[in-house]
């Protein structure tokens, strides 16, 4: 979990967000307006509900945009550790309009299939099976495309987003086996396509909840990052030992609090030549960590060294 976006800035980070959530916003508008005239023109209520997600996808990364900015502000005199968290405030409103959108497609393809007339659906023409590859292929391409973004600069909020295009792409496959289904005869098929789609969607709103949650609530680094903390910590050989490592996630960053041991005969000036060294190895060393603070414990080595050789000579 090395940190890949240490030589970024906090101004381009932001633009980099803003950049990529307006190519979204383009994509979708057209995206729209294509599948919505291929679903009324091609006779496929799929099609024309597969538009509406596409459309609501430009909601969501509006609700990016504004989140990413603001968790970005400098820090003032009420908020002096800035205003990460509100990136997570937005990937919680994602999550929920993700899940609502999943809703409404299991919902809708339940009504359909609970009605029993499935038979008097009309048939749709190629026009919204052309609609539903391009649209997979288009909005698989912005999910990579966003992820890889939201991956260099550390943001939930686009990671979110990028899962809001991957829904949309499920969508669209479901629309596929649907208009599929339905030309080969069993338009059935396009409801539960859109009951299983659900499920996938509301599995996605709820893994961006729960991550935005633990972020909200301050809790530590994953295990794998922490070891390799405190094996950066104690890679100086002038540290005696680790007392105590506590880490938090806030936001999109991470609060790192360590206390070490060191020779309490050295200088006040060695003393924070080490602290320091260690303050720059977590920042530089480790992704999305905001700040590190370092405590310094002093230790009596002569004090030690005595009791290693008398426990030595018990031994022998």
Request: glycine share 6%; with cysteine; charged share 20%.
């Amino acid at each position: 979990m090395t940190n890949s976006n240490q030589s970024l800035t906090e101004e381009q980070e932001v633009a980099i967000a803003m950049r990529v959530s307006v190519v979204s916003i383009i994509a979708n508008i057209a995206l729209s307006v294509f599948k919505f005239a291929a679903g009324i023109l091609g006779k496929s209520a799929a099609m024309v509900s597969d538009a509406v997600h596409s459309a609501s996808d430009v909601f969501s990364t509006i609700v990016v945009m504004i989140g990413v900015k603001i968790s970005h502000k400098e820090s003032d005199e009420e908020h002096p550790y800035g205003h990460e968290r509100l990136e997570s405030v937005a990937a919680m409103l994602l999550a929920a309009v993700l899940a609502a959108t999943g809703i409404g497609i299991g919902w809708s393809g339940l009504k359909r299939i609970s009605a029993g007339d499935i038979e008097s659906i009309a048939i749709p023409t190629m026009l919204p099976l052309i609609a539903a590859v391009v649209s997979i292929a288009v909005k698989e391409a912005m999910y990579w495309y966003t992820r890889a973004a939201a991956k260099k600069i550390g943001s939930e909020a686009l990671l979110a987003d990028a899962w809001h295009h991957r829904s949309d792409s499920l969508s669209s496959v479901g629309s596929l086996i649907g208009i599929i289904g339905a030309r080969m005869g069993y338009p059935v098929l396009d409801s539960v396509a859109s009951v299983i789609i659900c499920l996938f969607i509301l599995k996605a709103a709820f893994d961006i909840l729960i991550s935005a949650l633990d972020k909200m609530v301050d809790k530590s680094c994953d295990p794998e990052t922490v070891e390799k903390m405190k094996r950066t910590v104690l890679s100086d050989d002038r540290i005696i030992a680790l007392d105590d490592i506590k880490t938090r996630l806030f936001g999109s960053g991470c609060y790192v609090d360590l206390e070490i041991s060191a020779d309490g005969s050295m200088t006040l000036f060695e003393a924070h030549e080490i602290a320091e060294n260690v303050h720059d190895k977590i920042e530089r060393g480790f992704r999305n960590v905001k700040h590190c603070m370092v405590h310094v414990n002093p230790v009596d080595v002569d004090s030690i060294s005595g009791k290693n050789e008398a426990a030595e000579n018990n031994d022998e």
